[in-house]
């Protein structure tokens, strides 16, 4: 490759082949991502330009750019209708437009991308055209433009807890595995490492990553509302929050102080950044001026307003903890576990362990309780699989063992493939056994020095009162497999994948056959997308003539596979991503979409419409080829993701479009649709 031109040149395009960049992203990362990076590519072959092509979607970025690539771009197009970071594009002729502008119009955007302005690296993220998203403090997706709605407050705290479970878990493990192989037995039960041996140190790089956890919840949550220049002023004033002797309090406000700090230091970065300045001020507005003001300022104001407030709250909370026994505890045990098995990783889960994480070191009861149910799902799920086999197919029995395994270590999540196939019987049963193990648990004063659960921290030498620990995530873990079968025995439909057949409401879809068509289809085309696209989803001729109760029709369709609890979710679900911009991709094809806990697991359905439905796309075709996707939030981000790009994809070529329009019966719909791989 050669030097890029001098981004300041004047723009020109004859005579030279460019270096082109681009990134695709769309608010839900399945199709416009894909098709926009597609015909970018396309179009960029035509003209005679090279051109890589960034695509954050769902399954998350994909052929990433690096910094070689960068340095040696003549331009760089951003269609995106997302939040993304452009920071790493300083000193490049940049263009931001929407994701739709990508798919419909590439050959202008490549056109116009070497008159875009060059992008000086102050907080904006507006291309030539003064639109599409901005940077993170831009109105993208965690930007002003959206204010502090609880969309931006949920995102920007789940980015800040997601950041700070590595440092929990290796400064707890590490911790654990110091006291369980170096520690000595103390008069009061305890542990205790001698100092300047081995595992001494050990335990000392455990603390670090477990101080560290607060500036980095913090610092994180500030990074996603105001990117990289709130990153310092954000863990400089989760320490600040966490260390009580800066501000005359005996214990610090610890993750409640940092999730405050984090939030006033990702929106004072976004303010400052509205400020206007003088040009030669702004290349040193991010990395200098705005960190140093917002960092001042910051942590002034908490320890001279904020501070001692929520230290006085933290404290009392504690106290009023330290009170609790016998039926009290029993009582809080219960609440943790209800919350814990709840939605296994998810922000009802997440608050339960950040609670426990939080005291551990004050009231290490209260992680105990949170370490025994925090296994229980994975574990009583697996042991559901052994109980009964016969309900389950071979492949949930063979997760049953991952589960088994996970729940050892104290991965919640592995219950998920179980609760997304039957939530109505899995979650319940999840929850009755994670608040009896909390209980147990509760009332039998177990102690967790460290932030982390399952049987592995009793083990590692972690828990106190190990035998009793044991005890509450047996019951627990005997408690929820016991719930999962009776509810799976008096549930209609519910032997999903057994030998006998039959993919009854909430379960999994298996195909029936691998080597045999399904309702006419051809040799392996029930294998259509993963077994999501079957012969019982697809209509050849939709009676629809409007968007809306096109969307209604489809829903009702993949009803018909049982794997739609609520019709009317669906319709609402996919309704609410419509208006996030359209899903009429043009070409007369369509792609409507929702994530929604309205299904129980992933369903892909076809139909044709003879006439074409109106669909609000750009270059105004009318859709005949429409295909609806839904999936489970607890499923959002998997494979199937990934078999969806390529059906985008796919979409893009003429002869596979007309193959599929004149495609006669469901037989042949499914044998062109097998050509998705």
Known sequence: MTPSADPSAPATRHGRRLKLLAVTACPTGIAHTYMAAEKLTQAAEA???????????????????????VSRADGIIVAADKDVDLSRFVGKRLL???????????????????????????????????????????????????????????????????????????????????LALGGHPRPDGGLVIPDGTFWKHVNDIGVIGFTLMVPILSGYIAYAIGDRPALVPGMIGGWIANTGALYDSKSGAGFIGAIVTGFLAGYLVLWIKRIRVPRFVRPIMPIIVIPVVATSVLGLFFIYVLGRPIAWVFEHLTGWLDGLTGASAALLGVLLG?????????????????????????????????????????????????????????????????????????????????AAARPARVIPANMLGGAVAGA?????????????????????????????????????????????????????????????GGTGAGAVAVPVARTGGVGGAAPGAADVLSGYLTARTVRL??????????????????????????????????????ELGTTGLGEEIAIPHAKTDAVTAPVVGFARSAEGIEWGALDGSKARLIFMIAV??????????????LLARKLLDPGFRERLLDAEGEGAVLGVLAEVR
Do not use: W
């Not at 003209?47 to 690539?69: F, M, P, R």
């Not at 922000?347 to 149910?373: D, H, Q, R, Y």
């Open 96 to 178: 931001v437009v929407g994701v739709a502008e990508g798919i419909h119009h590439p050959e202008r955007l490549i056109e116009r991308v070497m008159a875009a302005p060059v992008h000086e690296g102050d907080g904006g993220g507006m291309g030539a055209d003064g639109g599409g998203v901005g940077s993170r403090g831009g109105p993208g997706v965690l930007g002003p433009g959206l204010g502090a709605g609880r969309g931006t407050v949920y995102k920007a705290l789940m980015n800040g807890v997601s950041y700070m479970i590595p440092f929990v878990v290796v400064g707890g493990l590490l911790i654990a595995v110091s």
């Open 541 to 578: 001729d939709l009676a629809a003539v409007r968007k809306e109760a096109a969307i209604r029709e489809l829903a009702e369709v993949l009803a018909g596979t049982g794997q739609v609890r609520d019709v009317d979710a669906l319709v609402t679900a996919a309704l609410a991503r419509e």
């Open 632 to 645: 489970p939030e607890a499923l959002a981000g998997d494979e199937h993701l990934r078999i969806l790009a």
């Open 338 to 418: 209800l919350m814990i098995a709840f939605d296994m990783g998810g922000p009802v889960n997440k608050t339960a362990f950040l609670f426990g994480a939080g005291l551990v070191s004050k009231n290490p009861e209260i992680m105990g309780m949170c370490a025994a149910a925090i296994p229980v799902p994975p574990l009583g799920q697996g042991l559901a699989t052994l109980l009964r086999r016969g309900m389950f197919s071979e492949q949930e029995r063979e997760t049953g063992l991952a589960a088994l395994f996970m729940g050892f270590f104290g991965i919640t999540e592995g219950a998920i493939p179980f």
């Open 440 to 500: 147990i648990a509760g009332l039998a004063s177990v102690g967790d020095s460290v932030p982390h659960g399952g049987p592995i921290v009793a083990v590692l030498g972690a828990v106190s009162g190990v035998a009793m620990f044991f005890v509450a995530i047996g019951v627990g873990m005997v408690a929820t497999a016991l719930t999962t079968v009776t509810l799976m025995a008096v549930g209609r439909g519910e032997r999903a994948g057994s030998a006998e």
């Open 47 to 69: 003209l005679g330009h090279d051109i890589k092509v960034e695509t954050q979607g769902s399954i998350g970025a994909e052929n990433e750019l690096t910094d070689n690539d």
